[in-house]
């Protein structure tokens, strides 16, 4: 009974957020200058097919019956038809969701290979080289956006020495620059978080007494501080995984990637309004969904914050 108390208030939040989400969207797009009529059916259409297009996808009726539509159509799983494929926007979601899964799942192999061995390494070698080189590996991979690695890795790996595609997702060979151009950015915040919470961790009393006990150095690190110092680092993680799910929207653009960013982009474009709202509500939802999980780690690592809830 206890856990089905505490699940409900979160999955009624995280309901409420997803609505609230959904309703700014939908009235930031209506907002936005330009119209869908007009990019559909070019600069040199009449008036009345304007007025019956427009008409058609009910573009003529006031927006807040517009909203009303919109939000039955959500209670309902119906998240509309695109104006510019005529596809189901689920479909489409469904569709791109599945290439945006894979690049973050690839992207946060790439960040957990490389951010948490290097922040154990330099929390073991405080203040020496090493933990120089490491801290040198985050400032660098925290200052470049993946709008300007992304390009460099293409110029270098894929024009020059063409060791992988140019773009695109015809092969596991696709995958492996747009996944390292997300994974560094995500392995440099990593690697800085996970050193700076085994360090401050280092000075507490259960760690000072398995240094006693005469357990080295490293053991130390890696078995007794390393749970306590999991909390920070799996906010990071969650923060960061949902990111990567929502969509890496400058990174599937820049390398062609077919994900839901690259989607979200294209419907911009087009003014297509119920592929935009379907496509942000998914992002909402794997943020509210990845924030979920989180807590529930937060309560398996720390039993007292199970406890106190």
């Known amino acids: 009974m206890r856990p089905l108390l505490l699940v409900v208030p979160k999955l009624a939040s995280a309901l409420v957020v997803a609505l609230g989400v959904a309703s700014l969207v ?54 509309g038809v695109s104006l510019h494929s005529g596809d189901t926007v689920r479909a489409l979601l469904a569709r791109h969701f599945a290439a945006t899964a894979l690049l973050a799942l690839a992207a946060f192999c790439v960040a957990l290979a490389l951010g948490l061995p290097l922040g154990a390494l330099a929390a073991l070698h405080a203040g020496r080289r090493l933990d120089g080189l490491a801290s040198a590996f985050a400032v660098l991979g925290m200052s470049l956006p993946s709008f ?4 460099l890795l293409l110029i270098l ?9 140019i773009g695109g997702a015809e092969s596991a060979a696709s995958l492996v620059l747009p996944a390292v151009t997300l994974g560094l950015g995500l392995a440099a915040v990593l690697a800085r978080m996970t050193r700076a919470a085994l360090l401050d961790v ?14 080295g ?11 306590n110092a999991a909390l920070p680092v799996v906010t990071v993680l969650g923060l960061q995984l949902g990111a990567l799910l929502g969509g890496a929207v400058v990174t599937e653009t820049v390398f062609d990637w077919p994900g839901v960013g690259q989607l979200l982009i294209e419907a ?4 297509d309004y ?21 807590e529930l780690l937060y309560a398996w690592l720390d039993p007292r914050i199970g406890g106190a809830r």
């Open 26 to 79: 939908f009235l930031l797009l209506h907002l936005v200058p330009g119209d869908p009529v007009e990019v559909m059916l070019g600069d040199y259409a009449g008036a009345a097919d304007r007025a019956a297009l427009r008409a058609r996808l009910g573009l003529d009726l006031p927006l807040i019956e517009q909203w009303l539509r919109f939000l039955a159509g959500l209670a309902r799983g119906d998240l």
């Open 148 to 151: 300007v690695l992304g390009p």
């Open 157 to 165: 790996f894929a024009a020059r020495l063409r060791w992988f595609p």
């Open 202 to 215: 280092q000075n507490q009393p259960f760690v000072l007494a398995a240094r006693a006990r005469g357990v």
């Open 217 to 227: 150095e490293a053991a130390v690190l890696l078995r007794h501080a390393a749970r």
């Open 268 to 271: 911009i474009q087009r003014r």
């Open 274 to 294: 119920p592929v935009v709202q379907g496509a942000v509500l998914l992002i909402a939802l794997c943020y509210i969904g990845v924030n979920a999980l989180v």
